[in-house]
């Protein structure tokens, strides 16, 4: 059974950079049929795409936070990680890291990590 | 970026069919895929490929497909299935994942 985990700090300052890990445990954080992803939730509200990465590093990302994220793996600690610069009060939500499924074209959330509240605020 | 859309809010009674519809443009190139999310819970995978339900999930959730909607059909609505719901899909690229707005199942 995949788990994920987030970690990271719950508060963050205004302009300041969200910084997000996740630890993959129970299956291969190298498997071709993988991507590994972020996707965050602001309180009462839907779900939002930050984007995806893959074992080897290639990157997808959203293009309304293009600008702001970065994402990393590290295969040898079967960990990805989360940037988001120049945080404002829009980005408090709760960031969940996910196993994305890739098949044909296109990709689904087979596993989801339980989630992380990050506020930002000074 | 892609959009998928979906009605903010469906209600329906107990025993009775529930019908979410999520619209996109990629949709006839695409497979989407449907979640269920309670509240403080990450979302569930209910559909996935359009149509296939994972094992776990009950038979009275299923999906289908229809050019530029997709539609998941609740058949005998259980108070536990009230719930918020969204569709998910990829633009016509396949790189760009897109959520819908959700929808909220509300019964009555």
């Known amino acids: 059974q995949v788990q994920l985990q987030e970690s990271g700090p719950g508060l963050v300052k205004p302009s300041e950079t969200l910084s997000l890990t996740c630890t993959v445990s129970?299956?291969?954080?190298?498997?071709?049929?993988?991507?590994w992803g972020w996707i965050l939730q602001p309180p009462g509200k839907g779900l939002e795409w930050i984007g995806s990465?893959?074992?080897?590093?290639?990157?997808y990302y959203n293009p309304s936070l293009k600008s702001r994220v970065t994402m990393s793996v590290d295969t040898s600690k079967y960990q990805f990680s989360l940037r988001l610069t120049s945080v404002s009060a829009a980005d408090t939500a709760v960031y969940y890291c996910?196993?994305?499924?890739?098949?044909?074209?296109?990709?689904?959330?087979?596993?989801w990590g339980q989630g992380t509240l990050v506020t930002v605020s000074s | 970026s892609y959009e998928l859309t979906q009605p903010p809010s469906v209600s329906a009674s107990p025993g009775q069919t529930a019908r979410i519809t999520c619209s996109g443009d990629?949709?006839?190139?695409?497979?989407a895929y449907w979640y269920q999310q309670k509240p403080g819970q990450a979302p569930v995978l209910l559909i996935y490929?359009?149509?296939e339900r994972p094992s776990g999930i009950p038979e009275r959730f299923s999906g289908s497909s229809s050019g530029t909607i997709v539609t998941l059909t609740i058949s005998g609505v259980q108070a536990e299935d009230e719930a918020d719901y969204y569709c998910?899909?990829?633009?016509?690229?396949?790189?760009?994942?897109?959520f819908g707005g959700g929808t909220k199942l509300t019964v009555l």
């Open positions: 996910a196993r994305l499924r890739r098949i044909s074209s296109g990709y689904y959330v087979d596993y």
């Open positions: 129970g299956g291969s954080i190298s498997s071709a049929s993988h991507y």
């Open positions: 990465i893959y074992f080897s590093g290639t990157t």
């Open positions: 990629a949709l006839p190139k695409q497979y």
């Open positions: 490929k359009d149509t």
């Open positions: 998910q899909s990829t633009d016509s690229s396949g790189a760009y994942v897109a």
